[in-house]
T-cell receptor, first 114, second 109 residues
Framework: GAVVSQHPSRVICKSGTSVKIECRSLDFQATTMFWYRQFPKQSLMLMATSNEGSKATYEQGVEKDKFLINHASLTLSTLTVTSAHPEDSSFYIC??????????FGPGTRLTVL | GQNIDQPTEMTATEGAIVQINCTYQTSGFNGLFWYQQHAGEAPTFLSY??LDGLEEKGRFSSFLSRSKGYSYLLLKELQMKDSASYLC??????????WGAGTKLIIKP
């Protein structure tokens, strides 16, 4: 199947700093990428949907100024958590799909904000 | 509204069979997915059903009834490594995944 990578896999940062997470589709062109957040023992929560070359569509309750999403190319999307706080600590997972086909998930990024 | 329901937790014995049920309500329907997720890891794809019936893939099978808005995942010959959360997700008319909360499956020796 198709491969989606995420970098970094784990990051620890100080409160107030910004963190950028990259999501790459390695062997296909991802027309749409999704960013999810997952709290312990809970299901995936969709944060935003991004289509290449256009602004991301954020789900209700997700602060677009705090979680900046850029989908500049068909193989790369980035999520930047700005001015991170301890409550932003979570598991962030991206997924990608080519047109209306199956979604492929990245391995996730564990963010810990001290 | 859109909704996916599945049991929170199930327990089964190694070597046995377990069925995890899922009922769904989505705006339009473009298929039903099952994913496996081990703690601390991203979900991995198990199955996709868009037509009624049973799809068998090794020890795992998935069933769909569109008229009933119902699916199940059947796991046979359970192994300890099958202990994980199993997520049911429906694909709506916009090709967005609507996620269930997941079923935590505990396998006992």
């Amino acid at each position: 199947g198709a491969v989606v990578s995420q970098h970094p896999s784990r990051v620890i940062c100080k409160s107030g700093t910004s963190v950028k997470i990259e999501c790459r589709s390695l062997d296909f062109q991802a027309t749409t990428m999704f960013w999810y957040r997952q709290f312990p023992k809970q299901s995936l929560m969709l944060m935003a949907t991004s289509n290449e070359g256009s602004k991301a569509t954020y789900e209700q309750g997700v602060e677009k100024d705090k979680f900046l999403i850029n989908h500049a190319s068909l193989t790369l999307s980035t999520l930047t958590v700005t001015s991170a706080h301890p409550e932003d600590s979570s598991f962030y997972i991206c997924s990608a799909r080519e047109r209306e086909s199956e979604q492929f998930f990245g391995p996730g990024t564990r963010l810990t904000v001290l | 509204g859109q909704n996916i329901d599945q049991p929170t937790e199930m327990t089964a014995t190694e070597g046995a069979i377990v069925q995890i049920n899922c009922t769904y309500q989505t705006s339009g329907f473009n298929g039903l997915f099952w994913y496996q997720q081990h703690a601390g890891e991203a979900p991995t794809f198990l199955s996709y059903n868009v037509l009624d019936g049973l799809e068998e893939k090794g020890r795992f099978s998935s069933f769909l009834s569109r008229s009933k808005g119902y699916s199940y995942l059947l796991l046979k010959e359970l192994q300890m490594k099958d202990s994980a959360s199993y997520l049911c997700a429906g694909l709506d008319s916009n090709y967005q995944l609507i996620w269930g909360a997941g079923t935590k499956l505990i396998i006992k020796p």
